[in-house]
């Protein structure tokens, strides 16, 4: 069956397009290019700097700090509490609407995607990190957090399809 609809590697392809510029504004980059006094101080990515070596900007911080460590911690609770109320709703006679009914039944598939869908988010965190847009990279996880737990809660309040207790067919 064909699904429309973005994928997540068109999500995460828009999500790097909007973060800008990589590494170096037109200015840095052009104060590299252009003959001005050896003693200047090199811009902060200079293409010869090595990782040991940049000096920490206002605004910037380790990738895995405290704050970084409890925002992987709740999407890693939100994506668990998605694994656990997308089953709740199967055995309550629901129907899936992003993956497949057989991909969520299988339960051992399912997991292994709500921990990639866990992996990935770090992973953008990281890219946005890398290239500097700190605010993108916690933004990255609150939002990831707050729409995952917005679908469980959902999906926890979903009707049940068929009748609890009523008799099977005859």
């Excluded at 704050?67 to 309550?92: H, I, K, P, Q």
Aim: net charge neutral; proline share 4%; glycine share 8%.
């Amino acid at each position: 069956m064909l699904r429309t609809g973005l994928r997540l590697s068109d999500v995460l392809g828009l999500l790097l397009v909007a973060s800008g510029s990589m590494c170096c504004d037109g200015a840095a980059t052009a104060q590299t290019l252009s003959t001005e006094k050896p003693d200047s101080p090199a811009p902060h990515c200079s293409p010869g700097m090595h990782d040991h070596e940049k000096t920490v900007r206002e605004g910037e911080h380790r990738f895995w700090d405290k704050e970084n460590d409890w925002l992987f911690a709740g999407v890693a609770a939100s994506r668990t509490l998605d694994y656990f109320s997308t089953l709740n709703m199967r055995r309550r006679g629901r129907q899936e609407i992003l993956l497949t009914n057989d991909v969520v039944d299988n339960h051992a598939a399912f997991a292994a995607i709500e921990v990639s869908a866990t992996a990935v988010s770090v992973g953008g965190a990281y890219i946005f990190h890398h290239y500097g847009r700190h605010k993108l990279e916690r933004w990255t996880s609150i939002v990831h957090i707050g729409l995952t737990t917005t679908g469980a809660v959902r999906n926890y309040c979903l009707k049940t399809a068929h009748p609890v207790g009523a008799a099977g067919p005859p």
